[in-house]
């Protein structure tokens, strides 16, 4: 497994084990996952505050599921690079959980 996905399975694993509702909500994990990367890199900010922001904006996981719909309905199009970056992404993930 790529060094990037083992280190975002540890702050799962970690984010549930401070805060067991990250397990059930995603907005918790959200915030908890990103205020420990967000540390990592220097930047001060607290999981209450990106939890705060978190639950005044969209779900990110509606804003990508829109986005495809609209690039499918041919309302919007993916620029050559962003379509090659995500079907490589797309043939790592496949190829990982293939085998299992």
């Known amino acids: 497994m790529p060094y990037r996905k083992k280190k975002i399975d ?9 805060n067991p509702e990250a397990a059930n909500d995603d907005k918790v994990l959200f915030a908890e996952v990103w205020a420990r990367e967000l540390a ?3 930047t001060s900010v607290t999981v209450k505050q990106l ?10 996981e ?10 499918n309905m ?3 199009s993916y620029s050559k ?16 959980y293939s085998h299992q």
């Open 51 to 60: 939890l705060w922001i978190l639950t005044h904006v969209s779900n990110p």
């Open 62 to 71: 509606s804003i990508t599921r829109r986005r495809r719909l609209l690039h």
């Open 40 to 42: 990592e890199s220097g």
């Open 81 to 96: 690079d962003a379509d090659s970056r995500r079907f490589k992404q797309f043939k790592e993930h496949r190829d990982e």
């Open 10 to 18: 540890k702050l799962i694993k970690d984010a549930i084990a401070a």
């Open 74 to 76: 041919q309302i919007i």
